[in-house]
Each structure stands twice: as C-alpha cells, then as structure tokens.
C-alpha cells in the first residue's frame, strides 16, 4: 500500500485493520502516522475515476489518500483493483459493528 505524503510522494505504507481500530505505518520509518478508532466521524472515499485509491479522513479532518497500485503480488492491475475492495469493504464492515456496538452499550445503561 502506498500513503501520499504532505509533498505529495506516494510512501510506501502499512495499513493494519484491527476489530476496533486502524492504524497507518509508514514503511521505511516504521512511524504510526494515523490510528483511528472506527466511528461515524471516520470517512472512507473511493475518488471517482482512480480505481486503486481511496482516502481515509479521520474524526479530526485529517486525510489520508491511500493507493493499492503496484503492491499485488504478483504485479496485477486487476489484483490492485480488488485489493481497494476489499480493503474498503472490510474498513466499512468494521465501522458498521463498531458503531452498532456502542449504540448497543448506550441503549443498555
């Protein structure tokens, strides 16, 4: 996966999706640059017309463009397409039962 940096360079990076959070780690530094907590404030956009990217735009209002274009292996546009998908799905999945879980904490006290 590849993050796009503030001087606009695509970096490459390590998107790790855990049940009730994501985290985003810059490759070559190891350094965590985004960990977010899946809420309702939590945005995940697939850009019209870019089939391997999508960007993630946490609680706070920070993006975070993200590209699956060359990190199939094999090398494989079709593969990096699907990557995207899945990817994006699974985030979406994630949110969805976060959020109705603490819906469900709030509706029990």
């Known amino acids: 996966m590849q993050l796009m940096d503030s001087s606009e360079v695509w970096?490459?990076?390590t998107l790790v999706l855990k049940r009730s959070?994501?985290?985003i780690r810059v490759n070559q530094t190891g350094a965590v640059v985004a960990e977010e907590k899946y809420s309702p404030d939590l945005s995940i956009q697939v850009p019209y017309g870019f089939s391997t990217q999508f960007v993630l735009t946490s609680s706070n209002g920070t993006s975070y463009p993200l590209n699956t274009a060359g990190t199939s292996t094999p090398p494989?546009?079709?593969k990096d397409v699907r990557l995207?998908?899945?990817?994006?799905l699974t985030m979406r999945l994630f949110q969805s039962k976060e959020i109705e879980r603490e819906r469900g904490e709030r509706g029990g006290a």
């Open 76 to 78: 494989s546009a079709e």
């Open 21 to 23: 959070v994501l985290e």
């Open 84 to 88: 995207r998908e899945i990817i994006v």
């Open 11 to 13: 970096e490459q990076s």
